[in-house]
């Protein structure tokens, strides 16, 4: 069965410093999304992204944050000066499309990257 | 501000015992209800409800969302040490975006 992959698992980086988590959705999915899980607390949206562009983000995801899809592959977060309080887990989704009035496809996750900020 | 809470945050069981998970929310605009299980990693997809009243079934686990009470249950019968899992009610708000409103989680633990 297809799945989303991301790299690395686990990710340790001074506070300060860029981190770039990647993510390769599942190949006929069209909507990309990422969210993020502080140990202990719920599951959190941090943004979603269509046809290239972010379509919503989240008050989380501030200036420091960005999103890109460099290829036909790839989707990437990257966080360009990184706080302690970015530590948590972060969980890229995918899912095929997003229709009004039908029912949509569910939204199928990674592993997760261990983000660690020292 | 939208919200989804889950009961019980945790359950202990014994194998063979029939568990019930419940999710509430209150949001502005429901499109659906999905149910996830968690384990060491992913959360992998159980079920998406949308449709009030209708039982969605795999194997030992079902759901169902009643959208006059603005809740679901997981039903989990005949449990197995297997079925030990974080299981997240999650909330998908309609726009076009499809951003899901996680609940806490329900913690369960099947003993032998």
């Known amino acids: 069965e297809p799945e989303v992959t991301q790299t690395p698992s686990h990710q340790v980086t001074q506070m300060g410093q860029e981190v770039i988590l990647r993510c390769v959705p599942i190949s006929n999915h069209l909507y990309f999304y990422w969210y993020r899980q502080i140990l202990g607390q719920k599951v959190e949206f941090l943004v979603s992204f269509y046809n290239n562009e972010i379509s919503e983000k989240s008050e989380i995801f501030d200036d420091q944050f960005s999103v890109e899809r460099p290829d036909g592959s790839n989707f990437t977060l990257k966080i360009r000066s990184t706080k302690l309080e970015d530590s948590a887990m972060y969980f890229c989704a995918s899912s095929e499309s997003v229709r009004r009035g039908y029912s949509n496809q569910p939204q199928h996750f990674g592993d997760g990257t261990r983000l660690s900020i020292l | 501000e939208d919200k989804v809470v889950q009961s019980p945050l945790s359950l202990v069981v014994h194998e063979g015992d029939t568990v019930t998970l419940n999710c509430s929310y209150e949001?502005?605009?429901?499109?659906?209800l999905l149910w996830y299980k968690q384990e060491k990693k992913a959360p992998t997809f159980l079920f998406m409800l949308?449709?009030?009243?209708i039982e969605k079934k795999s194997g030992r686990l079902s759901s169902i969302l009643d959208k006059k009470e603005l809740s679901s249950i997981l039903n989990i019968t005949a449990t197995q040490t297997g079925d030990s899992a974080i299981y997240l009610c999650a909330v998908e708000v309609a726009s076009n975006t499809g951003k899901l409103i996680f609940g806490q989680g329900t913690t369960l633990q099947v003993k032998p």
């Open positions: 949001v502005t605009n429901f499109r659906s």
């Open positions: 949308t449709s009030s009243g």
